[in-house]
């Protein structure tokens, strides 16, 4: 049984609803594998920036971010 006040309920779970609601694609990466044949296309944990996932993002859905911040 999960606590109502656990950083997953305070923190977790509304930070993924507010992506999912802006369109982002959302993932439970609690136990990703990296390497060769990773969940999320990175070799280790350090690397914070997911490249292949970033890279391929068309030009106007980075200039709506640009207008929205």
């Given at each position: 049984?999960?606590?109502?006040?656990?950083?997953?309920?305070?923190?977790?779970?509304?930070?993924?609803?507010?992506?999912?609601?802006?369109?982002?694609?959302?993932?439970?990466?609690?136990?990703?594998?990296?390497g060769e044949n990773s969940t999320?296309?990175?070799?280790?944990?350090?690397?914070?920036?997911?490249?292949?996932?970033?890279?391929?993002?068309?030009?106007?859905?980075?200039?709506?971010?640009?207008?929205?911040?």
């Amino acid at each position: 049984m999960s606590s109502l006040f656990s950083e997953d309920a305070l923190v977790e779970q509304p930070a993924i609803a507010l992506f999912a609601g802006l369109g982002w694609e959302t993932s439970n990466c609690f136990d990703e594998k990296f390497g060769e044949n990773s969940t999320l296309g990175r070799e280790t944990s350090s690397e914070v920036v997911l490249l292949p996932r970033l890279l391929p993002m068309p030009t106007a859905k980075l200039e709506t971010v640009g207008r929205e911040t």
